[in-house]
């Protein structure tokens, strides 16, 4: 189904992105310190961009894996109903996970994954979003370190799509609905 026509303004530069993926990793390494390894599993498909740099500034023996989840599919609205496409290739059990999460938006997808995950007894399960709307929220569920509070705007980039688009953006941007010309169906 096509949307309507949209532009994408800027709303968090990759600059500003880079600078707070520096100090989440800094806290994630500081507080996962002295762990024999880390595993960290990002939700695909939005966290692939923020895991890709995160992992490159977090200090400690890590392991990648992924897992894919899906409630919006091309729409604008959450389904509500968490879909789990692709499960972690590892084990977790007695490990030290940290998922990575793009927004948490409502909260139903995290609340979903933390508690599958966690119902695999990890030794310790944290959660590192880059994006919370917590205006959105209808689940009580909280990252344990969030990149940036956002206000409710429809969000693109830096891995987030909107109906698959928009992912390869490096900044984040918000996505504004361009008016139809006088005459046009809107
Ligand atoms: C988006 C986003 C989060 C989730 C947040 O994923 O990447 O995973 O929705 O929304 P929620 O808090 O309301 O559940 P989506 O379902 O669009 O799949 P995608 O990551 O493949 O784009
Ligand atoms: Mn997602
Ligand atoms: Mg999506």
């Not at 507080?31 to 500034?57: C, M």
């Not at 919370?132 to 569920?141: A, F, G, L, W, Y």
């Not at 206000?151 to 992912?167: C, L, S, T, W």
């Amino acid at each position: 189904m096509p949307h309507k026509p949209y532009v994408i303004d800027e709303m968090i530069s990759a600059k500003a992105i880079a600078a707070r993926v520096e100090a989440l990793a800094k806290e994630i390494t500081r507080a996962f310190g002295g762990t024999d390894k880390l595993v960290v599993v990002g939700l695909l498909r939005g966290s692939f961009v923020f895991i890709a740099d995160l992992v490159r500034e977090i200090d400690l023996p890590v392991e990648v894996d992924f897992l894919e989840a899906s409630s919006y599919g091309n729409a604008m609205e959450s389904s509500r109903e968490v879909r789990i496409l692709k499960d972690l290739r590892g084990e977790i059990s007695g490990r030290d996970v940290l998922v990575v999460e793009d927004i948490v938006d409502t909260g139903f997808t995290l609340s979903h994954v933390v508690r599958l995950l966690k119902s695999r007894e990890p030794r310790r399960l944290e959660v590192c979003a880059l994006l919370d709307k917590p205006s959105r929220r209808e689940v009580d569920i909280r990252a344990t370190w969030t990149g940036f509070e956002i206000p409710d705007e429809f969000v693109v980039g830096y891995g987030i799509d909107f109906a698959q688009r928009n992912r390869n953006l490096p900044h984040i941007g918000k996505v504004r609905f361009t008016e139809p010309e006088a005459g046009e169906p809107a």
